[in-house]
């Protein structure tokens, strides 16, 4: 027999993205390299770490689990964690102490199993560096750990996680790290100055998100599927399922969804054969892939020739609970959704910096739930609702627990 | 004397008003359920007679109640009184039922002195068991120009989703709040 009781584990950060995978690199080299090592993908590692958040249909994870390893969850503290065999969870701001608890707490049990292995004389000779089926042998005992400890932030010096994850004063609910990430990080602008201007403007032609809406537009008008030809591959409207069809993977949508490279691209009628429809590996809702192609490609910035002074007309909520969402999304949406404000009013009466604002406007607008209402020009001052502590404690409440 | 505040979930039989406030209520849900006897007994075996009750309990101790007013239309006597007094309505609307838009447009219009009053927030339920319509369907039956009703697809088994709509209701009463 060759156990190797005490080896590293191996650690799978393939289902993270590639910042969180590089800030979680940084962990492992300073804090963590005696017990574990990392692996973007490699399906026999012993350990997932799933962000939850990423995962809005939480039944894919079971997909992910391929060997039945263990698994980490990173989440922030409105998602339900996970409970089930061999599932931890640490919620979001992760802190070093806690995620390296976990990680002691699965090499443990690895090496415990191993060892009644050994004693049971079962024939499990690999080492856990090799076999992740292995370590599930046995079920948890251990109850699935909610962290979530205030303390124990101090060391934790990782310039970008700690910008990111680090729990904000103003608000724990949705961590700076997905607004930076989303949003961007322009300053706000003084409208008055051209220069500081033209650093808000993007031109949709040249972003995918443009050619999304035009292609679903074409489709449903003509009640057909739609390719959408772009230098680096196509795209499919599904105009039955109202799905967009493709084959790129997570990396690579990503880089498409926010790149200005679309400018080459086509749009044609289309009518494809089930079975042919099939050689496209992933399809997305369309107004989900819309939406998060618009936040991408905005961070921060409107469409060309969008006015910052006249108000903004909502016509309908979008569907927040089944999109990405931002900080301040709801706000916003709010303050639009009861008053009459140019996006420069909503900035300075929400006191929220501009970028929040013209994200949401940008998605908003590409799934045409908003645009600028070029009749009423008059913006309504935000009034303060004698209940507003009250409803303070009540969302503080609802974003903690 | 702490205030006390209350947000009332109404909406027809088995919208999962009941499921609604368990999922976010911090003490167990007071169920007032019995056994079917009616129309609703082909809907589900049991039913909310009287009124479902849950609570958030604040820091302070300040409660806010949680109301779920009995689907069945024979009690909307009831709907006025439970609402009095309350933050806003968060109505849910099973949406694999057929009727599912007739009965948005009934609840919006009994609870119309409420919701003026107030605010209001519709949760499609089920949408992921037989959807009957699309959101734009339901958004197509609303009044035009401000206030826009908020309308989202959500899982009353949720936390996560309950507690979106409850912040887009205090939002949407005040835009202002500050966390």
């Known amino acids: 027999m060759n156990i190797q009781h005490n080896s590293k584990l191996k650690i799978s950060l393939n289902n993270l993205d590639t910042i969180t995978q590089n800030t979680l690199k940084f962990f492992f080299k300073s804090k963590l390299c005696e017990k574990a090592e990392l692996f973007i993908n490699d399906d026999n590692a012993n350990v997932l770490i799933i962000d939850l958040d990423r995962h809005y249909n939480k039944e894919i994870i079971p997909n992910l689990k391929k060997n039945n390893q263990y698994v980490i969850f990173l989440h922030n503290e409105m998602n339900t964690p996970i409970s089930e065999e061999n599932t931890y969870n640490v919620t979001k701001p992760v802190q070093v102490k806690y995620l390296k608890q976990q990680i002691s707490f699965i090499s443990q049990r690895i090496n415990d199993t191993e060892k009644d292995d050994i004693v049971s004389g079962k024939e499990n000779t690999k080492s856990i560096t090799t076999t992740a089926k292995h370590v599930h042998s046995k079920p948890s005992s251990q109850p699935f750990g909610l962290i979530n400890n205030k303390s124990d932030t101090q060391n934790f010096k990782n310039n970008h996680l700690d910008m990111a994850l680090k729990k904000s004063t103003e608000s724990s609910t949705l961590n700076q790290y997905k607004a930076h990430k989303h949003v961007g990080s322009n300053r706000d602008i003084n409208p008055d100055n051209p220069e500081e201007l033209k650093k808000i403007y993007h031109n949709p032609k040249k972003y995918l998100y443009h050619h999304l809406v035009q292609a679903v537009k074409l489709g449903k008008n003509n009640k057909t599927d739609i390719l959408i030809k772009t230098l680096f591959g196509n795209l499919y409207f599904d105009y039955n399922s109202q799905n967009i069809l493709h084959s790129f993977n997570k990396a690579k949508m990503r880089y498409f969804r926010s790149s200005p490279l679309f400018i080459e691209t086509k749009i ?119 209940r507003k502590s009250v409803f303070s404690k009540i969302l503080s409440h609802i974003f903690n627990h | 004397m702490k205030s006390n505040h209350k947000i009332i979930f109404s909406g027809p039989v088995g919208a999962g008003k009941t499921t609604a406030i368990t999922s976010i209520s911090d003490i167990p849900t007071v169920r007032t359920e019995e056994a079917a006897s009616d129309e609703t007994k082909d809907l589900k075996d049991t039913t909310t007679v009287a009124l479902d009750y849950g609570a958030i309990i604040l820091q302070d101790d300040t409660r806010i109640h949680l ?98 709509m409850v912040e887009t209701l205090l939002y949407t009463l005040d835009p202002k709040i500050s966390i």
């Open chain 1, 268 to 386: 044609v009628k289309n009518s494809l054969s089930e079975k042919s429809k099939k050689e496209y590996t992933i399809s997305q809702n369309a107004e989900s892939l819309i939406w998060q192609s618009a936040i991408n490609a905005s961070k921060g910035r409107v469409p060309l020739g969008t006015s910052l002074t006249q108000t903004i007309e909502m016509t309908s909520w979008p569907n927040f609970s089944r999109l990405l969402i931002f900080r301040y999304v709801i706000q916003i949406a709010a303050a639009w959704s009861t008053h009459h404000m140019s996006l420069l009013d909503t900035a300075s009466q929400l006191k929220i910096p501009q970028r929040y604002i013209f994200t949401l406007y940008n998605a908003m607008l590409a799934i045409e739930s908003a645009n600028i209402n070029n009749v009423i020009n008059n913006t309504t001052k935000l009034n303060s609702d004698k």
């Open chain 2, 67 to 164: 109301y779920g007013t009995p689907g069945q239309k024979r009690f909307d006597f009831m709907w006025e009184i439970l609402t009095n007094g309350g933050i806003g309505l968060l109505l849910l609307i099973d949406g694999s039922d057929s009727n599912a838009i007739n009965n948005l447009k009934f609840f919006l219009s009994s609870f119309k002195n409420f919701i003026n009053k107030t605010s209001v927030v519709v949760g499609i339920t089920k949408q992921d068991v037989n959807k009957k319509y699309n959101l734009q369907d339901y958004q197509e039956v609303l009044d035009k120009g401000l206030p826009v009703v908020p309308i989202f697809e959500i899982d009353a088994r949720s936390k996560k989703d309950v507690s979106l």
